[in-house]
């Protein structure tokens, strides 16, 4: 994107309709303030119609430093909580979401 905001990352069935994601993100505040990197890691659990999911998060922030002999990542703040969310498909509108 024009932000260079990123997330990429992989999920792993771990169980009977139960996902663990893993993702990576850099975002920028504006085109000379970066935040990040971050990761979050989620476990959900898919409801037998498939139309929801409940599951718990952890989102962890780093901050990065350039240093003479490179970069160096070090732990900034983490927050972890409970998530659930509702299907969306390409003909979901924005109301019911937002």
Same mark, same amino acid.
Request: no cysteine; glycine share 10%.
């Given at each position: 994107p024009e932000t260079s905001s990123f997330c990429m990352g992989v999920w792993e069935q771990v169980g009977p309709r139960t996902f663990k994601l893993n993702h990576f993100a850099i975002s920028?505040?504006?085109?000379? !303030?970066r @935040? =990040?990197?971050? %990761? &979050?890691?989620?476990?959900?659990?898919?409801?037998?119609?498939?139309? !929801?999911? @409940? =599951?718990?998060? %952890? &989102?962890?922030d780093y901050t990065e430093t350039d240093t003479p002999s490179g970069n160096s990542i070090?732990?900034?703040?983490?927050?972890?909580?409970?998530?659930?969310?509702?299907?969306?498909?390409v003909n979901t509108p924005a109301s019911p979401i937002f």
């Open positions: 920028w505040a504006d085109p000379s !303030t @935040t =990040g990197p971050t %990761t &979050i890691v989620e476990e959900v659990t898919v409801s037998p119609n498939g139309q !929801t999911f @409940t =599951g718990h998060f %952890t &989102i962890t070090s732990f900034r703040d983490s927050i972890s909580g409970t998530i659930a969310g509702t299907k969306v498909d």
